[in-house]
């Protein structure tokens, strides 16, 4: 699990990536959940919250470049 401060070094690009790898890996979770083969139920949990934290870093760093157009 990355901390705010690690994902704030990656690009936009990078943590939009991340986010979609983390993705695919929650639907695999999800699958074994569904079947009961999942051992910990955390991960879950874990992993959407990782894919909110990247897609919310990436967010945040194109909001002060969008905030720079309206001014003009």
């Not at 704030?8 to 990536?17: D, N, R, Y």
């Not at 890996?25 to 139920?41: C, E, I, P, Q, W």
């Amino acid at each position: 699990m990355a901390t705010v401060k690690e994902l704030g070094s990656l690009s936009k690009q990078e943590l939009v990536a991340r986010a979609a790898e983390l993705k695919k890996s929650l639907f695999g979770l999800k699958n074994k959940a569904s079947t009961g083969v999942l051992d910990s139920t955390a991960e879950l949990t874990k992993t959407r919250r990782e894919v909110a934290r990247c897609l919310t870093v990436a967010r945040a760093k194109d909001l002060p470049a969008k905030a720079g157009k309206a001014k003009e």
